[in-house]
């Protein structure tokens, strides 16, 4: 049912980011949120998030941009410390007024302390094209791939959606400023000059190799709001409050539900 959910999701939303990838940013992300399992324990969690980005290429036609990422998710209960690794190469190309090709492929590295890091590594990518009808919708259509430690492979339907749909507000399928991205679905509502609002609900999921050659997997659906400041030019504030509305630990084959519980986040960004 898990894995079904999580296809069905992909299948209406995309994974692609709005930011600007012309720029060189350096960015700084905290969240902490609340695990209650079910059966009534709970367990509090700290995600620790630093992210470079790096454009290699920028031109009318073509941008190419090198990202990378590290999460650290430390627990006060009994869960080891866990650490993610990315290694992320965008790309969109132009290929008429309207049309463009985008892709986004990652390596990524996740794991416990004590893992073997040779088999902590997997690989997903989007590859989608997007059609522009005008500067207030673009939509698109393309193909998610992406490899688990469970030895299973995915492929799944990714549809790409921004539409301004008022003069302040817009829909879109790009992961906003936040914490913890996941595909989703988002409402931008945009009417002063240095302060946006986000709404809207986001799949998270983290998977990761364990000490024994078993796996850890975390997933859940949340609602969240997130309110984003501009301290001044190319340096963000964002803050988010949200609410995790079920989801799922595998830990090393025992499957654990859980509760809804909340969550909260900070990220500052610097663009240069």
């Not at 990518?125 to 259509?141: E, F, N, P, V």
């Not at 931008?188 to 850890?216: I, P, Q, T």
């Amino acid at each position: 049912m898990r894995a079904l959910t999580s296809l069905l999701i992909c299948a209406i939303v995309s994974p692609l980011s709005a930011v600007d990838f012309t720029k060189n940013s350096v960015a700084l992300t905290y969240e902490r949120q609340q695990l209650d399992l079910d059966g009534g324990a709970s367990i509090d969690s700290d995600a620790y998030q630093v992210s470079l980005r790096k454009p290699l290429l920028v031109s009318r036609q073509n941008i190419v941009t090198l990202s990378g990422f590290h999460e650290t998710t430390v627990f006060d209960g009994e869960l080891d410390q866990l650490s993610e690794n990315r290694l992320s190469l965008f790309s969109l190309n132009r290929l008429s007024r309207q049309w463009s090709v985008v892709s986004v492929t990652n390596l990524i590295q996740a794991s416990a302390e004590g893992a073997d890091l040779g088999g902590s590594v997997k690989f997903s990518g989007i590859y989608a094209a997007g059609y522009s009808k005008s500067r207030d919708l673009t939509i698109g259509l393309g193909l998610g791939l992406a490899n688990q430690f469970d030895d299973s492979f995915s492929i799944f339907p990714v549809v790409l959606l921004d539409w301004k749909f008022a003069e302040d507000w817009k829909l879109t399928t790009y992961p906003t400023p936040g914490t913890r991205f996941g595909p989703g679905l988002s409402v931008k509502y945009d009417e002063y000059e240095y302060w946006s609002l986000y709404a809207g609900v986001r799949y998270l999921s983290r998977e990761y190799r364990l000490e024994n050659d078993g796996r850890y997997e975390f997933s859940t659906s949340r609602l969240f709001g997130t309110l984003e400041y501009e301290l001044e030019e190319d340096m963000i504030l964002s803050t988010t409050v949200g609410y995790n509305f079920g989801g799922e630990i595998e830990n090393d084959g025992e499957e654990i539900s859980l509760d809804p519980a909340p969550f909260v986040g900070l990220d500052l960004t610097w663009r240069f």
